[in-house]
């Protein structure tokens, strides 16, 4: 199983990026998949998820409205757009087979100006 994180980067307060994780070595259309994000000192935590269909995403209140979770399963990709970012949206964002303890390595995010 391989998880592979892209997308990060550096960015201004009100910015956007897009986030991919290509998955690899397991039935990927048959797992629900999740972003989290480990800022600097603070637990790691669940920003969104998404069905294995994609049908059904839900995401932490912290960023409803800004992110958008998506997913490809033709390209075995799950997506994270981040619109409207804020400085408080710095960390570093993994992406997780739902259900397993795979994770990707991490991508960095930060937002400053």
């Known amino acids: 199983v391989q998880l592979v994180e892209s997308g990060g980067g550096l960015v201004q307060p009100g910015g956007s990026l897009r986030l991919s994780c290509a998955a690899s070595?397991?039935?990927?259309?048959?797992?629900?998949m999740g972003w989290y994000r480990q800022g600097s000192g603070k637990e790691r935590e669940l920003v969104a998820a998404?069905?294995?269909?994609?049908?059904?995403?839900n995401y932490a209140d912290s960023v409803k409205g800004r992110f958008t979770i998506s997913r490809d399963n033709a390209k075995n990709t799950v997506y994270l757009q981040m619109n409207s970012l804020k400085p408080e949206d710095t960390a570093v964002y993994y992406c997780?087979?739902?259900?397993?303890?795979?994770w990707g390595q991490g991508t960095q995010v930060t937002v400053s100006s």
């Open positions: 997780r087979r739902m259900g397993t303890q795979n």
């Open positions: 070595g397991f039935a990927f259309s048959s797992y629900g």
């Open positions: 998404i069905s294995s269909a994609g049908g059904v995403t």
